[in-house]
């Protein structure tokens, strides 16, 4: 049983197009954070969010924590193929040292 | 500017083989993970280390050890590969709990 699950697992979507991809969970986090994995490298930190409620913005990604802290969304407007790539969640729960990774959304953008 | 370097890149082992995984990191961080990525599984912790001579036990510790001898470095082994331990291993550092910066990766196959 995964902490936290992603919807959807896989999307492909054209080049322009507007998407948002989930991340859900029954648990409380005190922060979640977003990464965009490339293949052949490791993930990359895109966001930290660590309010309910909390909005922010990254250029054309905006990501969003849940009021009550357990899910998170990230919505990506006007999508280029630079996009493409593996979108992780992860979060921290209270008291734990480490973070729990989401399996992941396989998104592909195409020109 | 390397941040966390990960060696080998690439290797395979046989079954019953011996091997360890360095992972080297030059930003002063006290917290070190290792991780596994396996399709649709998602990223899950082996071990983790909250300081220089410290390690703990993650999701999936058996049939692996660690040691932390030196803050900058995090060593996984495996004692006995096994080819359900084929997998692509990431090391991770972070300050606290705050964003990992991740290791490009290797790639192990036991065949």
């Known amino acids: 049983t995964q902490l936290l699950e992603q919807s959807p697992q896989f999307l492909s979507i054209q080049e322009g197009e507007n998407l948002t991809v989930y991340c859900n969970s029954s648990s409380v986090f005190s922060s979640l954070q977003w990464y965009r994995q490339e293949p052949g490298e490791g993930p990359v930190l895109l966001v930290t969010?660590?309010?309910?409620?909390e909005v922010k913005k990254l250029k054309r990604l905006t990501f969003q924590f849940g009021d009550a802290r357990k899910d998170s969304s990230l919505h990506i407007t006007a999508a280029q193929p630079g996009d493409t790539g593996l979108y992780l969640c992860a979060g921290a729960q209270p008291g734990a040292n480490n973070l729990f990774f989401g399996t992941g959304t396989r998104l592909t953008v195409i020109p | 500017n390397a941040g966390v370097t990960q060696t080998p890149k690439f290797r395979v082992l046989k079954t019953g083989q011996s091997m360890t995984l360095l992972c080297a990191q030059d930003m002063n961080h006290e917290y070190m993970y290792w991780y596994r990525q396996d399709p649709g599984m998602g990223l899950r912790l082996i071990h983790y280390?909250?300081?220089?001579?410290?390690?703990a036990k993650g999701e999936v510790p058996d049939g692996y050890n660690v040691s932390r001898l030196k803050k900058q470095n995090f060593l996984l082994g495996l004692e006995s590969a096994a080819p359900s331990q084929t997998s692509v291993y990431f090391c991770?550092?972070?300050?606290?709990?705050?964003?990992?910066?991740f290791g490009s990766g290797t790639r192990l196959t036991v065949v």
């Open positions: 969010v660590v309010t309910g409620g």
């Open positions: 280390s909250v300081g220089e001579g410290t390690t």
């Open positions: 991770a550092s972070s300050y606290a709990r705050r964003g990992y910066t």
